[in-house]
T-cell receptor, first 114, second 113 residues
Framework: NAGVTQTPKFQVLKTGQSMTLQCAQD?????MYWYRQDPGMGLRLIYY???????DKGEVPNGYNVSRLNKREFSLRLESAAPSQTSVYFC?????????????FGDGTRLSIL | KQEVTQIPAALSVPEGENLVLNCSFT??????LQWFRQDPGKGLTSLLL?????REQTSGRLNASLDKSSGRSTLYIAASQPGDSATYLC????????????FGGGTRLMVKP
């Protein structure tokens, strides 16, 4: 029972490099989310996908792009990484249209940009 | 803009104590409030979800209360155990249509044997 799987778990990049963070869920959830968590702060929403084929900006979308590849997969891309994007990135998923159901989180990707 | 604050940022207690974690939010127009647990190096696990029309929710040794009018929620942990050591985060949801959760910064709890 994998739940939400994120790859890679750790990554170090140089400023200006690009990379894609992968997320896959096996719970047949419609909605998927990308958050970042900085030290001493709560999670902030970067982008979300309410259903397959749709994506919307969250609180801090600048510098990121997303792709909802299919119902299972939702990727986050950094086109030109900056030190300010050093953070822990979490992917989450949820049953769509059900306000009483919580989001399920992956274990995170720890990203350092030098 | 909604702001969520959790005090204290860190807490250390001896095993067996009952304890209360606090969460406050600036905009009382919320749809629900959730409490999460985060273990080091792990993602978030949902503990309790309280709808705006509810006053409290209970799960085992955990009890969460909500006072929407005053913008406050508390998470009560009874008879704390070393296994309760983790970071606890609260998050509020604005409305039924929205997908955005606004998180507090968390309270890092250590329960000493």
């Amino acid at each position: 029972n994998a739940g939400v799987t994120q790859t890679p778990k750790f990554q170090v990049l140089k400023t200006g490099q690009s990379m894609t963070l992968q997320c896959a869920q096996d719970m047949n959830h419609n909605s998927m989310y990308w958050y970042r968590q900085d030290p001493g702060m709560g999670l902030r929403l970067i982008y979300y996908s309410a259903s397959e084929g749709t994506t919307d900006k969250g609180e801090v979308p600048n510098g990121y792009n997303v792709s909802r590849l299919n119902k299972r997969e939702f990727s986050l891309r950094l086109e030109s990484a900056a030190p300010s994007q050093t953070s822990v990135y979490f992917c989450a998923s949820k049953v769509a249209g059900s306000s009483n159901q919580p989001q399920h989180f992956g274990d995170g990707t720890r990203l350092s940009i030098l | 803009k909604q702001e969520v604050t959790q005090i204290p940022a860190a807490l250390s207690v001896p095993e067996g104590e009952n304890l209360v974690l606090n969460c406050s939010f600036t905009d009382s127009a919320i749809y629900n409030l959730q409490w999460f647990r985060q273990d080091p190096g792990k993602g978030l696990t949902s503990l309790l979800l309280i709808q705006s029309s509810q006053r409290e929710q209970t799960s085992g040794r955990l009890n969460a209360s909500l006072d929407k009018s005053s913008g406050r929620s508390t998470l009560y942990i009874a008879a704390s155990q070393p296994g309760d050591s983790a970071t606890y985060l609260c998050a509020v949801r604005k409305d039924n249509a929205g997908n955005m959760l606004t998180f507090g910064g968390g309270t890092r709890l250590m329960v000493k044997p």
